[in-house]
Structure formats: structure tokens, C-alpha cells
């Protein structure tokens, strides 16, 4: 098992900037590529960014890309999502989740069921 706590949510106006942490625990951390979701009222839950195990590799869905950054520090078990520019269109629930490294057919995945372990999710309001 591995567990995932989000932080770093909360109001900001458009234009500003939050950065999302999520510390895991539980299994290796390095086992795993990480991804960011979000999900607002009433829609899907969409896929973010994802990291891949050694930090080395990353995809963006196309709305986030040049405003959005992902990153990790396997030495602290955290992965951390840098949220610029932000725009009201940006307000959701953002998760974390764990991918299994060793499902080598996963990566590059933007499937929601792709991903093994998620967090609780943190809130990101962004006013206008």
C-alpha cells in the first residue's frame, strides 16, 4: 500500500500561483511514477501531469502546459505540483496518484483507472 496526503490548496485570484505537495508513504516511492488529477463540480476527474519514477520525464495535459510543473524529490517521498497563471477554470479538487513503474505500458497514461493509489485531494479556488 501506499498512502498520499496532498497539501498547499486554497483561494487564490487569477494570475496568482500555488504550489500542491503530496508526501507518500508506505511503499518505495521510487517505484513509482506520479501523476496530478483534478475534478470539478460535476465533471470528470481529468487528468494533470505525471512525473516518472526518477523525475527525468514528464507529459501535461494541454491546458496546464507552460503554467504547470511537476516535480519530485524521492529523497523526501514528495511530488509537487507549481501552478502559475492560474485561471478560474482551473477550480477542482486536485489528487495525486501512484502509478506501478513495473506496468510499463502505463506510462504515458492519462487514464484515471491506469493509476494504483491516490490521495484525498486537496481544494484549489481560483477567483476571478
Known amino acids: 500500500q501506499v498512502q498520499l496526503v496532498e497539501s498547499g490548496g486554497g483561494l487564490v485570484q487569477a494570475g496568482g500561483s500555488l504550489r500542491l505537495s503530496c508526501a507518500a508513504s508506505?511503499?518505495?516511492?521510487?517505484?513509482?511514477?506520479m501523476g496530478w488529477f483534478r475534478q470539478a463540480p460535476g465533471k470528470e476527474r481529468e487528468f494533470v501531469a505525471a512525473?516518472?519514477?526518477?523525475?527525468?520525464?514528464?507529459y501535461y495535459t494541454d491546458s496546464v502546459k507552460g503554467r504547470f510543473t511537476i516535480s519530485r524529490v524521492n529523497a523526501k517521498n514528495t511530488v509537487y505540483l507549481q501552478m502559475n497563471s492560474l485561471k478560474p477554470e482551473d477550480t477542482a479538487v486536485y489528487y495525486c496518484?501512484?502509478?506501478?513503474?513495473?506496468?510499463?505500458?502505463?506510462?504515458?497514461?492519462?487514464?484515471?483507472?491506469?493509476?494504483?493509489?491516490w490521495g484525498q485531494g486537496t481544494q484549489v479556488t481560483v477567483s476571478s
Open positions: 512525473i516518472s519514477w526518477g523525475g527525468h520525464n514528464t
Open positions: 508506505g511503499r518505495t516511492f521510487s517505484n513509482y511514477h
Open positions: 496518484a501512484a502509478l506501478d513503474r513495473t506496468k510499463t505500458t502505463s506510462w504515458g497514461t492519462k487514464a484515471p483507472n491506469e493509476f494504483d493509489y
